[in-house]
């Protein structure tokens, strides 16, 4: 019966698991090789995995009588390390060999509890790295030179076990690795850098020609900066993974350099002051390709706003220019349509009164003169056109407006 009172969430074993997953190698031989190589797997490669190792895996150890193999997944490489009191045998670097990936980058570490070793005879005419770390008498010295594709690394020092060891050799193997596949980035970046600048400089004139450009061609302005911005999402795009992926790494290495806690040994530069000195400046090189594709990005999308705007503005004005000419024209027909108006009545009631005129004249004679009746007529005759004009104008209107709202 489970001891919990709720129930757990679906992700959590899983969690729980990343939080033990791949923990430092207990390397209880005070005198050790560790040998570590950094495989990208080849897509579509014919090529199979050992039946030793399981590539379905994140995490894997293979007992071996002289040593152990460590099979560990990342992210978009895969590890194997070599534990052991000597150098691997020539069929464990076979069977490392037989994996169908290729190098990215590799370390050799040899540790030894002696205090007293010459690095003059381990590293030859080399220019030697390293200091102290957080473990006390414990020293770290390395060329940074590739060596049949590992960098060798040399420790020196006693440790109180092999929990201990293993910890700093992971450390190291950390550092060595994403130190190298941190700068990834800097050859895409290299390549796109031409395509950017071009695109700068097109963003740039555009945004020029935004201040002299005419109603008529702000339209095909827009276009061409769509066309820049698409294709500044489209190198985004294209650069986005790798460059994020570099600074999660250089992340990663500084904060390895952060834990050996160095400590300088007379005038001999530091791990930390090597790679910081080399790798700094070109994660700046990758950081800025960034940030200038970013600015470009915004410098377009700022452009096209502004063309938009521009464009409403120059609409509305038209629009305003548009009404006012309706308005003059709508001021030219009521007056018109007044002075029809005024002519309609004064035709329709000159036959009005000379139809009367002419009736009268058939009539018999009144006690009250044609005359005098023809005169009394002509208000009358006056103000009934004057209403049935009016009546049949408004009628007219009311068809206008309703034909309108049907089509509306």
Same mark, same amino acid.
């Given at each position: ?9 679906q ?22 090789? *560790?040998?570590?190589?950094? @495989?990208?797997?080849?897509? $579509? ?8 190792? +399981? ?13 152990i ?27 490392? /060999?037989?994996?169908? %990936? /290729? ?12 205090? !007293? ?5 381990q590293?030859?005419?080399q ?5 102290g ?12 030179? +590739?060596?049949? $594709?590992?960098?060798? =690394?040399?420790?020196?020092? $006693? ?7 293993g ?7 950390d550092?060595?690795? =994403?130190?190298?596949? &941190? ?6 970046? /290299?390549? %796109? ?13 555009? *945004? ?13 302005a ?5 066309i820049?911005?698409a ?15 570099? !600074?999660?790494? =250089? !992340?990663?290495?500084?904060?390895? @350099?952060? &834990? ?7 005038? /001999?530069?530091?791990l930390? $002051?090597?790679i910081?000195?080399r790798?700094?400046?070109a ?77 009268l ?11 005098l ?13 004057f209403i049935?004009?009016?009546? %049949? ?9 309703? !034909?309108r709202t049907?089509?509306?």
């Amino acid at each position: 019966m489970s001891s919990g009172i709720f129930q757990q969430h679906q992700d959590r074993a899983a969690i729980d698991a990343e939080f033990h997953s791949r923990p430092p190698l207990d390397i209880d031989f005070s005198e050790a090789q *560790v040998w570590c190589w950094a @495989l990208q797997e080849i897509e $579509g490669s014919s090529g199979t995995w050992s039946e030793e190792f +399981n590539p379905a895996e994140r995490h894997q150890i293979i007992q071996r009588n002289d040593g152990i193999i460590r099979f560990e997944r990342h992210t978009e490489f895969v590890s194997i390390t070599y534990v052991g009191q000597t150098a691997p045998a020539s069929e464990i670097l076979d069977l490392i /060999r037989s994996a169908p %990936a /290729r190098q990215l980058s590799g370390i050799k570490i040899t540790l030894s509890q002696k205090s !007293n070793v010459d690095m003059a005879t381990q590293f030859p005419e080399q220019r030697l790295f390293g200091g102290g770390t957080f473990f006390d008498g414990v020293v770290v010295t390395t060329s940074f030179r +590739n060596s049949d $594709g590992l960098v060798p =690394y040399y420790v020196t020092g $006693g440790f109180d076990d092999g929990f201990g060891r293993g910890r700093l050799v992971k450390r190291l193997i950390d550092l060595e690795i =994403y130190r190298s596949i &941190s700068l990834l980035a800097l050859p895409v970046v /290299r390549m %796109a850098s031409d395509s950017l600048r071009e695109l700068e400089g097109r963003a740039e004139a555009a *945004v020029l020609d935004l201040s002299i450009v005419t109603r008529e061609d702000l339209g095909g302005a827009i276009d061409s900066l769509a066309i820049i911005l698409a294709e500044v999402g489209s190198l985004q795009s294209k650069t986005r993974y790798r460059i994020a992926a570099s !600074n999660a790494y =250089y !992340n990663i290495v500084r904060s390895r @350099l952060d &834990s050996l806690g160095e400590v300088p040994i007379g005038q /001999r530069q530091t791990l930390g $002051g090597f790679i910081e000195h080399r790798l700094a400046p070109a994660m700046g090189t990758i950081q800025a390709f960034d940030r200038r594709l970013e600015q470009t990005s915004l410098t377009v999308r700022s452009a096209m706003e502004l063309a938009r705007t521009q464009l409403d503005q120059m609409s509305q004005a038209q629009n305003q220019k548009l009404l006012s000419s309706m308005e003059h024209r709508t001021r030219q027909q009521v007056h018109l349509s007044q002075a029809v108006e005024g002519l309609s009545v004064a035709a329709i009631s000159y036959y009005g009164i000379g139809l009367v005129s002419y009736v009268l004249k058939g009539l018999p004679d009144f006690t009250i003169s044609d005359s005098l009746l023809v005169t009394l007529s002509v208000p009358v005759i006056i103000t009934l056109s004057f209403i049935l004009t009016r009546r %049949a104008r408004r009628r007219v209107l009311d068809l206008t407006v309703q !034909n309108r709202t049907e089509r509306d």
